[in-house]
């Protein structure tokens, strides 16, 4: 069978393609859309999906064309070495192993940014949530640590995701460059939210004090 049909009988749904390009998707299905600027999430992902804000659709194969810029062809034989789904060409030979597609230097920084935008992102969305649940009731009750940080940081996230929305490409490949280490600190801190243990950001497993003024755009992906 050739990869088309070994991918169909798979069962490979968008939402797992999705996750394996490192997309995150909420409880209800829902992630912030890799193929425009989505401040909000978007995009339904499920066995297919679909964006509200863009229009943009598909499968499993669809989405990973999309998001490489591959040919479908291309983007089949990817998800098929990702998931370890065999199949055979044409002339009824295994396909050799994939090589790793090499990206220019604009498609690094494509990626990176879009890696950036979603972390801020759905940091931001955590800020507000703790805003709005550990708000004090009196002005005796003592403040949440979360309450504090939604405070301290909501602003400041804002503040760098419409750099990336709306400032110069000059602009917003400094922030993606400058920015990068404090966005991967931040991702490590969505990683601990969604494992139960909600501390503050500075307390970020003891990496703080990692050498270096910021990465590259290629260091995020």
């Not at 229009?55 to 990973?64: P, T, Y």
């Not at 309450?147 to 940081?153: I, T």
């Not at 419409?162 to 990683?191: F, M, Q």
Request: hydrophobic share 35%; with cysteine; net charge neutral.
């Amino acid at each position: 069978m050739d990869v088309f049909e070994a991918i169909r009988e798979s069962g490979i749904t968008a939402r797992q393609a999705a996750e394996r390009c490192g997309i995150k998707i909420n409880r209800g299905g829902m992630a912030v859309c890799p193929f425009h600027k989505d401040k909000n999430p978007s995009m339904k992902i499920d066995s297919r999906y679909y964006c509200f804000g863009c229009g943009e659709k598909g499968d499993a194969i669809d989405f990973v064309a999309k998001f490489y810029g591959l040919g479908k062809k291309e983007a089949a034989v990817q998800i098929a070495s990702d998931f370890g789904i065999s199949f055979e060409d044409k002339r009824g030979r295994k396909p050799p192993p994939k090589r790793k597609r090499r990206l220019s230097p604009e498609q690094r920084f494509e990626r990176a940014e879009k890696k950036c935008f979603r972390v801020l992102s759905d940091y931001l969305c955590r800020l507000r949530e703790w805003k709005e649940r550990y708000a004090p009731h009196t002005a005796e009750e003592e403040w949440n640590p979360l309450f504090c940080e939604a405070l301290e940081k909501k602003e400041y996230i804002e503040y760098l995701l419409d750099i990336l929305l709306y400032a110069p490409l000059s602009e917003r490949v400094e922030l993606v460059a400058g920015y990068g280490e404090e966005v991967l600190r931040i991702e490590r801190r969505l990683e601990q939210c969604a494992a139960g243990t909600e501390g503050s950001i500075g307390k970020d497993n003891g990496q703080d004090g990692e050498s270096g003024t910021g990465i590259t755009a290629g260091n995020m992906v």
